[in-house]
Each structure stands twice: as structure tokens, then as C-alpha cells.
């Protein structure tokens, strides 16, 4: 079946940097698009950013120029880095696989139909 499973959460100091990883499994990874979410505590789910079935990434300006996500087609891998962090970065992050979501549409939740659990990442100051 579909496996999406997040890992690297933790505590982490402000302004230090994390890596968090999604390994998934079932499905053709090379074919999908993958994305990170967000959900911080009390807030609504938020795009993060995305890296297209042919590598292209797009980002959300909230992290813009603090965040890189790649992939690994050969590990069924996705990875997202976020350096120079801020309190405003604790959230669960969630990795999800989207067949066929296009252009702008790739940035919302509802065009995503593989979601895995999600790991937590708290940022203390």
C-alpha cells in the first residue's frame, strides 16, 4: 500500500538548521509530485513547497529563501532543509504525493491524495 513516513523532527534551537526526510513506498515515486505541509499549533494547514516529477521546486514566501527540497528517484526519497529557524517554524510537517496536480493547484492540500503521519519540529528561542 502507500507509505509515506516522515522523519527528523525534534527540538531545535532558533536559528539553527534541520533536515527533515519522507521515504515512500507503493507507488511509483518518479511519477508523483511531492510536497511539505505545515500545520502549526491553533493554525491551518500551510504549503511549504514542492518538487515537481520533473525537479522543479516552488516554495512558499514564508520560507523562501531559507528552504531546499530535493528528491532521490533511485531512494524514494524527498527531502526537506530549512535553515536560520524561527519560533514561527514549530509545526507538524507533513510529506504528500500528488499524481497529477498542475501549476499553481500543486499548493493546495486538497490536490494530494498520499499524506504520510508527519513529524514534529519545535524551534526554542
Known amino acids: 500500500q502507500v507509505q509515506l513516513v516522515e522523519s527528523g523532527g525534534g527540538l531545535v534551537q532558533a536559528g539553527a538548521s534541520l533536515r527533515l526526510s519522507c521515504v515512500a513506498s507503493g507507488f511509483a515515486f518518479d511519477s508523483y509530485n511531492m510536497a511539505w505541509f505545515r500545520e502549526a499549533p491553533g493554525k491551518a494547514l500551510e504549503f511549504v513547497g514542492l518538487?515537481?516529477?520533473?525537479?522543479?521546486?516552488t516554495y512558499a514566501d514564508s520560507v523562501k529563501g531559507r528552504i531546499t527540497i530535493s528528491r532521490d528517484n533511485s531512494r524514494n526519497l524527498v527531502s526537506l532543509q530549512l535553515k536560520s529557524l524561527y519560533s514561527e517554524d514549530t509545526a507538524d510537517y507533513y510529506c504528500?504525493?500528488?499524481?497529477?496536480?498542475?501549476?499553481?493547484?500543486?499548493?493546495?492540500?486538497?490536490?494530494?491524495?498520499?499524506w504520510g503521519l508527519g513529524t514534529t519540529v519545535t524551534v526554542s528561542s
Open positions: 518538487v515537481r516529477i520533473n525537479g522543479v521546486t
Open positions: 504528500a504525493a500528488s499524481r497529477s496536480c498542475v501549476g499553481s493547484g500543486c499548493s493546495s492540500s486538497s490536490t494530494y491524495e498520499s
